[in-house]
Nanobody
Framework: QVQLVESGGGSVQPGGSLKLSCAASGNTASIYFMAWYRQAPEKQRDLVAS???????NYADSVKGRFTISRDNANSMVYLQMNSLKPEDTAVYYCNALNDRGQWWGQGTQVTISS
């Protein structure tokens, strides 16, 4: 099993920045893919950014140039630096991991962008 714990959410004004962190524990050695998803009220959960064990990054078009995903394999951490935040970025952000046993989710952290 893999346990994922997110932190770093909060409320900021438009144009502000936040950095989300996700700490993985358990069977982390087999994790080959980590990602951040988000889900706004009454909307589906969408992929925001992903990163492979080899550090290949991928981003949703809506966040390209504003968000950066990074990964610390040695410490089983993944981060999401979010800059130039917009009200439409408001959502619950979930950490996700894939290993040879399946898919794992964190409990989510709320991000609210409001003036």
């Amino acid at each position: 099993q893999v346990q994922l714990v997110e932190s770093g959410g909060g409320s900021v004004q438009p144009g502000g920045s936040l950095k989300l962190s996700c700490a993985a524990s358990g069977n982390t050695a087999s994790i080959y893919f980590m990602a951040w998803y988000r889900q706004a009220p009454e909307k589906q959960r969408d992929l925001v950014a992903s990163i492979t064990r080899g550090l290949k990054e991928n981003y949703a078009d809506s966040v390209k140039g504003r968000f950066t995903i990074s990964r610390d394999n040695a410490n089983s951490m993944v981060y999401l630096q979010m800059n130039s935040l917009k009200p439409e970025d408001t959502a619950v952000y979930y950490c996700n991991a894939l290993n040879d046993r399946g898919q794992w989710w964190g409990q989510g952290t709320q991000v609210t962008i409001s003036s």
